[in-house]
């Protein structure tokens, strides 16, 4: 089942939590979205990032960074969802690394 003819809220602001993903979101229900292909045309230099304790699969951040063409994939051990900020240190240094290689 999908929502169809749906509008926003009267008064609705994109500064609340969330924005306008929660609305996108809601409107979509139903529809089964695959990026896959159109991230394979991105040419810039993508970092995916995963927490190596985080409930989202690693094997499915891997297949996100497989789309790009010029991606790395780092794992930040010991590290959730929140990596930044449960591993700061450790973060910065793949963040900081990726950088130093992007020309």
């Not at 609305?23 to 695959?34: K, N």
């Not at 304790?53 to 929140?82: I, M, T, W």
């Amino acid at each position: 089942m999908r929502a169809r003819n749906l509008t926003l809220p009267a008064g609705s602001e994109v500064s609340e939590n969330g924005g306008w993903m929660t609305y996108a979101m809601y409107m979509s229900m139903g529809e089964r979205h695959d990026y896959r292909q159109a991230l394979k045309s991105v040419r810039a230099p993508v970092l995916v990032v995963h927490g190596e304790l985080d409930l989202q699969p690693e094997k499915l951040d891997r297949l996100y960074a497989e789309c790009f063409p010029n991606s790395s994939f780092e794992v930040v051990k010991g590290a959730g969802h929140f990596m930044y900020d449960e591993q700061p240190e450790a973060f910065s240094q793949i963040v900081e690394r990726f950088l130093n290689g992007v020309r």
